[in-house]
């Protein structure tokens, strides 16, 4: 049976133009954690209760209906402290989760890969250090749900100088993956394909995007990424490689997608796997056309990018799900700095627009040339036909000859092959 929920926010002025769409990005949040949200309460206030967060009376109000609807947990769309979460769950009577604690528990259901959930592990613990008060009234209650979820298989401590020990041992376990994240990047430059990155929002589209040019290109289902229609689908960067027939090929890398005012424990975990991204070639923003809040979506975007210290890399922005509206979209994203698409990943429209896009920023600065391969060098060759497909390769005394189209950098490698 799934935990049913109450949802609250508190409409403030500073936030009284987000508010709406933050809410309903709360309750998506709530159902990707598996919960049944079955009521929203909203209270306008001028400022915060520094002893409850919505006000005494409030709570009281809540506590009532929460009781009329049988509801198990209140989820408040804020981040609170470890006495108001107390302060809420003596008035109210039910568990209180908040916002960070909620995609905390995402994550923590979605972690696979070593990193992720040590990543995971460390966010939790450092939300649980200042919160103990709080938590250790949940941990008392019967059931599991929100808020009690660990990626591991540990149970979740509650002991203060052992939740220390624990952040100090996750960091250095942490360290070591991340190191052997660097080595596999240097493999993977060293395999000479261009990399492609996806970034956008969560639940743009990004992982069907990926799934639609694997199959585009031909390679086999098995290799399909996870896309759901739930915020955090994806949480682990995934390489794949997309050999089209007639274009470039690269490497494709999925990543986990954005939110806005991530939670501060989160945003290590968020920056690490999204650092891969600082090593593309190409990025292809991904924005969902479809939704109202795109603006805000694109702010998030360029925080990151900003946040990452992302420059000089190529950016082509990808309007998702085109089938959802109409072409007013195509006016308002006119003025946009970068090269602009439209697609629709679900109907299969316009991939092959994209592909054109990709090779012709991957082949910006191009130059043909003619060279020569020596037959002793079978690797660089396979290499080679394997990045330029070389419309013309003959073989000749000394080795193979190809026509290709090769960028500057590669120029550099190849130059002594050149004739
Ligand atoms: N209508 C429509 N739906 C789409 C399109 N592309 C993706 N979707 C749907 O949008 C939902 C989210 O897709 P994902 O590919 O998982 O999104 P994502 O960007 O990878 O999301 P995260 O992994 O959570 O960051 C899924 O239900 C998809 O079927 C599209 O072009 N049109
Ligand atoms: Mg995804």
Do not use: C, W
């Amino acid at each position: 049976m799934s935990e049913k929920v109450l949802i609250v926010g508190l409409k403030m002025p500073e936030n009284r133009h987000s508010y709406e769409d933050s809410m309903q990005e709360l309750e998506a949040l709530a159902e990707s954690a598996g919960a049944e949200v079955l009521g929203r309460v909203d209270q306008s206030a001028d400022r915060i209760d520094s002893k409850t967060f919505i006000g005494s009376g409030k709570a009281v109000e809540i506590g009532e209906l929460a009781e009329n609807m049988e509801i198990d947990t209140v989820i408040i769309n804020h981040e609170l402290s470890g006495s108001q979460i107390k302060n809420l769950e003596d008035v109210i009577g039910k568990k209180i989760i908040d916002r960070t604690n909620l995609i905390l528990d995402i994550f923590a259901l979605r972690a696979k890969s070593v990193e992720s959930v040590l990543q995971v592990e460390l966010a939790q613990a450092n939300y649980r250090l200042p919160r103990l008060v709080g938590y250790r009234n949940y941990l008392s209650r019967t059931g599991g749900g929100i808020g009690t979820r660990g990626p591991g298989e540990q149970k979740l401590e509650t002991d203060r100088r052992h939740i220390r020990r624990e952040i100090a041992s996750i960091k250095a376990r942490l360290k070591k993956q991340v190191d052997n994240r660097e080595i596999t990047r240097k493999q993977r430059k060293s395999s000479e394909l261009p990399v492609v990155a996806l970034l956008g929002y969560t639940n743009a589209g990004k992982s069907t995007i990926m799934n639609r040019l694997i199959e585009y290109t031909g390679r086999s289902a098995d290799k399909k990424v996870y896309a759901d229609d739930r915020l955090f689908a994806t949480l682990d960067t995934r390489h794949i490689r997309i050999m089209p027939e007639e274009h470039e090929s690269f490497i494709l890398a999925d990543t986990v997608g954005l939110i806005r005012d991530i939670p501060v424990n989160l945003i290590e975990a968020f920056k690490s796997t999204l650092e891969e991204i600082k090593y593309a070639d190409l990025i292809l923003i991904v924005l969902d056309a479809s939704t109202e809040s795109l603006d805000r979506q694109k702010s998030a975007i360029n925080e990151t990018i900003e946040d990452l210290k992302i420059g000089g890399i190529p950016i082509i922005e990808v309007y998702n799900k085109m089938d959802l509206v109409g072409d007013d979209l195509l006016l308002n994203s006119k003025n946009s700095e970068n090269e602009v698409i439209y697609i629709s990943a679900l109907e299969d429209a316009g991939i092959e627009k994209l592909l054109q896009s990709i090779d012709s920023v991957l082949n910006q600065d191009s130059i043909e040339v003619e060279i020569i391969i020596p037959y002793s060098e079978p690797a660089l060759i396979n290499q080679i036909i394997e990045k330029y497909k070389p419309q013309i390769k003959k073989s000749v005394d000394n080795g193979m000859q190809m026509r290709i189209m090769i960028n500057r950098d590669d120029y550099d490698k190849l130059e002594r092959y050149v004739i």
